[in-house]
């Protein structure tokens, strides 16, 4: 059996072409030749060329054919019309942000997308509400078009070794320089579904091997278990034996964690995973601890250059000084809020609580 590979070098294609490999399947990879990983074995064949390219990618591919295509890398849209008549099978990777919403959570009423969102939520549907959202569903509907058994999956957040601009960045470089304390909006208690590497790999491989289950169908991809920010925070400062204070800030405040949150809003975006879970059973290789502890370690070992690409792409200028400053200000501010008295102090309410059960107000009588 023929596989081909479009890219092969980003986080998660070693994952995929050892899991084709040990397949059993003759794997080609077609990619720039830009970036070469220790971690793909020397039988594994190399088509240099610019997947970008439609014609580029014709003449490296000349007459071949391939039983299965996996497309994670290049111009998506000219990539199905090449591979069009030439592959058995073909898988195509994806993102959310084809999603009404995922960009812009405003458009929807109430505002923000629902939680969990499933594949047949509404993707953007018009450019001018989304110019990059709308590009991706567009995408999808070619993919489709040109391929009406193909399988695509749609990746949330990576995390893990080879991420050009790994958002975990921002925190080990803070405790890498010696920080003290990190800004986070709203206790950092919004949630953004993510994926470790390894995990998203392993879901792709599903569908090669579920080839019946997975045609014609599009699927949410990341980890089951979902971490608030700040837990991702705490586990990253834990894995590298530090401590971090947490500086919690209204969002709009919190100007420093604006990386970090990835978008401008406090809104979450959580992917239902039923179907996968339940088309492929598919279920995490990799805890997310763990995975971050792994993310971590990384990072550590192959620092982000300092004002290099990725720290630009993150766009987290890791200024200290006006961090400082707005730390604070911040509790300054807090101390002099007055401390205003309840004639009867609100409790939670205990209307489970069971026979006998009491409010937690000492002050509600």
């Not at 953004?192 to 949410?220: F, M, P, T, W």
């Not at 975006?269 to 990799?286: A, E, N, P, Q, S």
């Not at 997310?288 to 200028?317: C, F, M, V």
Request: charged residues 25%; aromatic residues 8%.
């Amino acid at each position: 059996m023929k596989a081909l590979v479009i890219g092969g070098t980003g986080p998660t294609g070693h994952f995929i072409v050892n899991g084709l490999v040990s397949r059993g399947y003759q794997v080609a990879m077609l990619h720039t030749g830009r970036h070469e990983l220790d971690e793909i074995p020397p039988t594994v064949e190399h088509i240099h060329t610019d997947p970008f390219s439609e014609d580029a990618l014709r003449g490296a591919l000349g007459s071949r054919t391939f039983d299965l295509t996996i497309a994670a890398y290049g111009r998506l849209r000219r990539i199905v019309e090449v591979m069009a008549g030439r592959t058995g099978r073909f898988i195509s990777i994806g993102g959310t942000p084809a999603y009404r919403g995922y960009m812009n959570p405003t458009v929807l009423r109430p505002q923000g997308m629902p939680v969990p969102t499933a594949e047949d939520a509404p993707t953007v549907p018009v450019e001018d509400e989304d110019p990059k959202g709308w590009r991706v569903a567009q995408t999808e509907q070619a993919v489709f078009e040109r391929h009406p058994e193909a399988t695509h999956f749609r990746y949330p957040f990576l995390y893990g070794p080879y991420q050009i601009a790994p958002r975990e960045w921002c925190v080990v470089r803070r405790i890498l320089d010696g920080r003290r304390s990190i800004i986070l909006p709203e206790d950092g208690l919004s949630l953004c579904h993510s994926g470790y590497v390894e995990n998203a790999a392993h879901a792709v491989l599903l569908a090669v091997d579920r080839s019946d289950a997975s045609k014609g169908q599009i699927y949410n991809c990341g980890d089951e278990h979902l971490l608030t920010l700040r837990q991702m925070v705490e586990v990253i400062a834990q894995a590298l034996g530090y401590e971090l204070e947490i500086v919690s800030m209204p969002w709009q405040f919190a100007i420093p964690a604006r990386p970090m949150m990835a978008q401008p809003w406090t809104t979450h975006r959580v992917l239902d995973l039923t179907r996968i879970k339940t088309h492929l059973g598919y279920t995490d290789v990799v805890p997310p601890e763990q995975g971050l502890a792994l993310t971590a370690h990384w990072l550590r070992d192959h620092p982000l250059e300092r004002g290099g690409t990725g720290e630009k792409i993150l766009q987290d200028p890791f200024d200290y000084r006006a961090e400082d400053e707005l730390v604070t200000a911040w509790k300054a501010l807090c101390e002099k809020m007055p401390r205003v008295k309840f004639e009867r102090e609100p409790g939670y309410t205990a209307t489970y609580s069971g026979p006998g059960g009491k409010p937690r107000s000492s002050s509600w009588q």
